[in-house]
């Protein structure tokens, strides 16, 4: 055999452990990235309004909205550049690296002085929060065992909605004038994400580098050492005995992806699964960004709601978003994925609709406008993490974390990257029917993405990323 070729157990090993305290430690230090991001993109859609004020930075509604797609532009172009080096140099150096960035960009965002240097630091920390998403979500796939992928991806990609109640509550208090100056209070806002992370650097070190990721570059023995101490740590908190592997997978340590591999492997051998991919990522970009980052705008435009109250319809929002997937992701595991994503796609494209219609009619108010939108995005956002879960799990491991971020890149950048914009205009018309016309075409894409799932779903639930997706260098 060549001394390239590794003959190895470790995927099966790390898919047969039993949820234990590693796994919480992978959830929570990792998953913190989508809190993050739902702190960021919260604060901004609060402070939208207060933005506008000639006491701040005095930027117009179409501003507010090309801030928004700045911070996707960096999302778009920081996956892409920290996914290709995630694939290469490991996924615990990227995601150390990404959140050292968005320490720094989130921070300079609180001293920006005019819409331009609010831009450019939303773009850079949208970059961080790009290249946290690719590094993040192949290390957690890699690391969680095949029966409970589903359920504990739609989870952790839940937690964004955790940041969003969080940055609800703190603009509460943070945006009302009676307690803080108001050009102090927004700044302070984006302080938060920074204070954040610091916490989290303090426990995400001890992540080990993914054994998948270091068998696939020749670092076996790096890879036994990690496995078996955290089968150790396992068997004795768990008082335990884990039964031995029989099966071995072999594998190629010299193999050098090219993008010829990816070439082939995106447009070829996988077409059928990049065609889906693409579909839902489009879909629940527009979908969400094109309401979210303008909903403050909708309520003081709509429904003269105070710039300081936008935080109490934020709280329910976010609440409903982070039950959906808790609520509905073990189905993603037992009854599977191709159902219950084209459930969840066509569940929320049908309720946008309904909720949008009954906005141009004039039915609704602030508050039953925000508990049509929590019923909507309920099933919306297990939709939108199924989307991510179909990506880092149906291609093959060399290539996992640049998957991600291509097909985010493309699906957030064909999908979502002008969302915010025209739905800063259509808002600034104050015509409900061109409001309207926006939350129908979210919905058409959302109905589009629940028929190609039951036409191109992959029945990946309870299997290994090995099974579903054969990596490049077995043997």
């Known amino acids: 055999m060549s001394d390239s070729l590794i003959r190895t157990d470790i995927p099966l090993r790390l898919d047969r452990l039993p949820w234990s305290r590693f796994h919480w430690l992978v959830v929570i230090s990792l998953g913190i990235t989508w809190v993050l991001d739902g702190l960021e993109v ?33 999302a778009i172009s920081g996956a892409l550049v ?9 996924r615990k150096k990227l995601f150390l690296l990404t959140l050292a960035l968005y320490v720094m ?30 590094a993040i979500n192949s290390a957690i796939d890699e690391l969680l065992p095949a029966r409970v992928r589903g359920v504990a991806d739609l989870a952790i ?12 509550v703190l603009t509460l208090y943070l945006l009302d004038p009676r307690l803080v100056p108001i050009n102090l209070g927004w700044r302070l806002s984006f302080g938060i994400g920074a204070l954040l992370t610091v916490a989290v650097v303090l426990v995400r070190r001890h992540v080990p580098e993914s054994p998948r990721w270091l068998i696939l570059h020749g670092r076996g023995e790096e890879a036994e050492r990690t496995v078996s101490q955290i089968e150790r740590d396992v068997a004795e908190r768990e008082g335990i005995t884990l039964e031995p592997i029989e099966r071995k997978l072999t594998i190629d340590g010299a193999h050098q992806v090219t993008f010829a591999d990816v070439w082939h492997v995106i ?31 909708l309520l003081t435009r709509f429904f003269d709601v105070h710039p300081e109250r936008v935080g109490v319809y934020l709280i329910p929002f976010a609440i409903a978003n982070f039950l959906g997937p808790l609520v ?54 297990a939709a939108a993490s199924s989307a991510y879960l179909s990506v880092s799990e149906l291609f093959p491991i060399e290539l996992r974390a640049l998957a991600i971020a291509l097909f985010y890149c493309v699906g ?54 090995e099974e579903i997706a054969e990596p490049l260098s077995t043997r």
């Open 42 to 74: 919260t604060i901004v859609g609060a402070v939208a309004s207060v933005l506008e004020r000639p006491d701040t930075l005095a930027l117009s509604s179409s501003q507010i909205g090309m801030a928004g797609s700045a911070y996707l532009a960096g």
């Open 105 to 134: 960009a989130t921070s300079a965002t609180a001293f920006s002085w005019s819409f331009t240097s609010f831009a450019v630091f939303r773009g850079l920390t949208g970059a961080a929060i790009g290249g946290e998403y690719a």
């Open 157 to 168: 990609n839940g937690t964004y909605w955790l940041g969003t109640a969080l940055g609800g």
């Open 328 to 381: 509905l992701g073990r189905f993603f595991d037992t009854i599977g994925r191709r159902p219950l994503m084209a459930f969840t796609y066509g569940a929320s494209g049908a309720l946008l609709l309904l909720v949008g219609w009954l906005f141009r009619q004039g039915h609704l108010d602030a508050t039953t406008q925000a508990i049509g939108f929590s019923l909507v995005f309920f099933f919306g956002s």
């Open 82 to 90: 920290f996914g290709h080096l995630t694939d290469r140099y490991g």
């Open 412 to 465: 957030t950048a064909a999908g979502g990257l002008a969302a915010p914009a025209l739905f800063g205009a259509l808002i600034e018309t104050g015509e409900r029917r061109e409001v309207f016309t926006g939350y129908a075409i979210g919905s058409a894409l959302m109905l589009i993405a629940a028929f190609v799932s039951l036409w191109l779903g992959v029945a990946a639930e309870r299997r290994g990323l």
């Open 267 to 297: 447009v070829h051998r996988y077409r059928k699964r990049s065609v889906l991919c693409l579909v839902l990522m489009v879909a629940q970009a527009f979908f969400y960004n094109a309401i979210f980052f303008t909903y403050s705008l």
